[in-house]
């Protein structure tokens, strides 16, 4: 048999914990290759090598070449890939999550399928767009009043900010030249925003479809939290763009790059992490186990597994 060469595979009590990780990286133009048990990244300015344990979710940009061998390594050490556009504009694929750990999921879905804790979750989501106002006991038909007021407020003031004209938001899904340019910009920086919101959420291991909010669609917690920035991101930079853009103009691309440089001058993917573990009543300093199977005993109670219970009655 063929020796293999290279570093055997971790084991789960020598990975790094998950807050002791570089939480995303970003790679784009490179190859990535395997060296024991550090992935290389080599591009035009050179090698980098990046000890694989310490990554927590590798973001594969557009001209990445990655080996079967790499991936094969941040498999066994934990880590999560996604294959993104340009500074995570898109989702395109993702790979396993950030931990093997089901806990963020289960906490999902249990505080989702629960109306009272549903609308707690709903009701924190709307309290930052509120800060200075209390929505405690708000019901969902007033939260979504407040907020339609609000963003009407937000576009009137950029319109006034960029002096553009808004009559609106309008748009048609199939027949994208026909929105004005704010619109189609909105349009673009949105789609920008999601995918950005979906590589995380896929990341940490979440449904997607399992929104607070919105519902019904595959996803719709992705809806949830983008909604979150929409305001302080999309809604300024499609004015912006729209401000110094002619019809005949590549408006797709543009905003594109501006929502790149938006995702990266204010740290929204720390952000985005922390308001989710917020919303989910997860402790920031919690570390989230690995590999760790129990078996369903009942109610809130689990049993060991990988063990044999055949003779317990």
């Given amino acids: 048999m063929e020796k293999k060469c290279g570093a055997g595979k971790t084991k789960i009590q020598e990975l790094a914990r998950v807050s002791d990780r570089v939480s995303f990286i970003y790679v784009e133009h490179a190859k990535i ?28 940009g557009p001209g990445t070449d990655i080996t079967h061998r790499a991936v094969e390594l941040l498999g066994d050490v934990g880590a999560g890939i996604v294959w993104v556009g340009e500074h995570g504009v898109r989702n395109y694929a993702h790979g396993r999550a950030l931990s093997g750990s089901s806990r963020l999921l289960e906490k999902q879905a249990k505080l989702v399928t629960n109306t009272r804790s549903r609308l707690n ?5 709307y309290q930052m767009r509120f800060p200075n106002e209390d929505v405690c006991t708000y019901t969902m038909q007033q939260l979504r009043g407040r907020e339609g007021a609000r963003v009407r407020s937000v576009y009137r003031e950029m319109s006034n900010k960029y002096n553009v004209a808004w009559n609106g938001r309008d748009y048609k899904v199939d027949d994208f030249e026909s929105g004005t340019i704010v619109n189609q ?20 291991g979440l449904a997607p479809g399992l929104g607070f909010v919105h519902t019904g669609h595959d996803l719709s917690l992705v809806y949830d939290i983008a909604d979150l920035y929409k305001a302080e991101l999309t809604i300024p930079a499609a004015f912006e763009i729209a401000s110094r853009c002619e019809a005949n103009d590549d408006i797709e691309r543009l905003m594109r790059l501006k929502m790149r440089d938006c995702f990266a001058k204010c740290n929204i993917m720390r952000r985005i992490v922390s308001d989710i573990q917020n919303f989910l009543e ?10 760790v199977v129990h078996l369903w005993d009942g109610g809130e109670r689990l049993a060991a597994a990988g063990v044999n219970y ?4």
């Fill in 33 to 60: 290759n395997r060296l024991d048990s550090a992935v290389t990244v080599f591009d035009a300015a050179g090698t980098v090598r990046i000890p694989a344990a310490m990554i927590g979710v590798l973001l594969l």
């Fill in 121 to 125: 979750v709903a009701r924190k989501m």
């Fill in 185 to 204: 910009a909105l349009s673009v920086g949105n789609v920008c925003l999601y995918g950005l919101v979906h590589s995380i959420i896929s990341a940490l």
């Fill in 282 to 291: 997860i402790p920031v300093d919690e570390q989230i186990t690995a590999d």
């Fill in 310 to 313: 055949g003779g317990v009655h």
